[in-house]
């Protein structure tokens, strides 16, 4: 009976959250021309790790051309309760990609008046081995060779593990090592965008205030957040319904993904094409992908890729099986370059621009795809649908019209 009433619950819920997101839309539709709630600044730029960094390192450098001063650099101490005493330099030092020892890189390093700030930037990334323990035990020493204090500030959304980390490190150590969420990073820049004088500097806030929240953070548009939040906190039901949907979305990812390559093997089967995908795919890691392998034995595949974990980052295009050496390089990648680019002339791919693909792009290029899925709806949708215009039906026709139009001797090395 239990069970019973937990699906009555649960149907009734994803009911009455479908007609509040049909209305958001239908008002959406009604209003866009006036408000473009769809717009996003930064949606024409490749945002990773890296960019992200240096947008927060331009905020933080009070010289910079923001011409705000230190306002963002005097809030980020307050953020991170750095003593009340140590005022924001002018003349601060800030670096991005700061090269330590053992080749170790910095994501954002801020010298001050002797003091200095180490940020490591972890909107997606995995961790590496010993990362913040090495970057406190630098900071450490640097800062007592010149006199003054430090911080480590770690900034992602999961705490810190004992990988990255080690839990022996003394007391001296971990009291300067601070975890900071990017929602607290978006309450900060909120809370500095109500000061900005300059209203173009105040639009590029708020862009990267939207970013943070959507790709980063995972959450919904503000307005139907809150009319969600107050359904899902209305009644005991509603809220064990919605965790126990949350609980298994895990599984409902992996379910889209294997039927979705199920469809696309059964589409190719006849031109003997071998569709695959990897473990990382199932679990959202780094570099999860699915590919499209033309002959056994090939050296080269069709593939398409999430760059960064929680599927960001999406690519595609010809990629090597295994890491290339320089002689594939040389003598493979500017033949297929230049024979994809024949039988695509409509994407503006790139051609022999990486180590391991000799002709890619991202998959909003050529392809209606969006870049980031994570908490994307609509892009889950995609692997959904069948039929002519459809996510699957464009891979299909693309490797189609690889096999029919391309040299498939140029994917297999010669021994």
């Given amino acids: ?87 924001a330099d002018m003349k601060a030092q800030i670096s991005t990609e700061y090269t330590i020892s053992n080749s170790r890189r910095i994501d954002i390093l801020v010298a001050d008046q002797n003091e200095l700030t180490g940020i490591e930037n ?65 309450n900060w820049l909120s809370r500095c965008a109500l000061h900005i004088e300059a209203p173009a500097v105040r639009c590029f806030v708020e862009a990267l205030i939207k970013f943070i929240r959507e790709d980063i953070n995972g959450e919904t548009a503000m307005e139907l957040q809150n009319e969600l939040t107050e359904k899902l906190v209305a009644s005991p039901q509603n809220l064990s319904a919605a965790f126990l949907i949350a609980q298994n979305m895990r599984q409902v990812k992996e379910r889209l993904w294997k039927d979705f390559i199920l469809h696309l093997r059964q589409q190719l089967l006849p031109l003997g094409i071998s569709v695959d995908m990897n473990d990382e795919l199932r679990l959202g890691s780094k570099y999860a992908s699915f590919s499209i392998l033309f002959r056994e034995g090939d050296d080269f595949k069709l593939s398409w890729e999430f760059d960064t974990s929680d599927y960001r980052n999406l690519a595609y295009g010809i990629c090597s099986v295994s890491e290339p050496n320089e002689k594939l390089n040389k003598d493979f990648f500017p033949s297929i370059g230049a024979a994809m680019r024949h039988a695509f002339p409509e994407i503006d791919a790139n051609v022999e621009t990486t180590e391991w693909w000799p002709w890619w792009c991202h998959a909003d290029v050529g392809m209606n795809v969006p870049r980031n899925w994570n908490m994307d709806s609509e892009a889950w949708t995609l692997l959904l649908e069948r039929g002519e215009g459809s996510f699957s039906q464009s891979i299909v026709s693309m490797a189609q019209r690889i096999h029919d139009e391309v040299d498939l001797s140029l994917f297999r090395a010669l021994a």
């Fill in 122 to 186: 972890k909107p997606w990334a995995v961790d590496q081995k010993d990362q913040l323990y090495d970057y406190a035990h630098w900071l450490a020493a640097e800062a007592k060779r010149r006199g003054g204090g430090w911080s480590l500030v770690y900034l992602c959304n999961n705490e810190i593990s004992e990988f990255t980390f080690r839990s022996q490190s003394s007391d001296d150590i971990n009291r300067h090592v601070k975890p900071i969420t990017f929602f607290q990073l978006e």
């Fill in 1 to 87: 009976m239990e069970k019973i009433d937990e699906w009555r619950d649960i149907r009734e819920l994803l009911r009455s959250t479908v007609l509040m997101q049909e209305g958001y839309h239908q008002a959406k539709k009604r209003y866009a021309s006036k408000i473009a709630p769809d717009f996003r600044l930064l949606r024409f730029f490749n945002i990773n790790e890296n960019t992200l960094s240096q947008c927060l390192a331009f905020l933080l450098r009070p010289d910079e051309s923001h011409a705000q001063g230190d306002l963002f650099l005097s809030s980020f101490y307050q953020l991170i309760e750095k003593s009340e005493a140590l005022k």
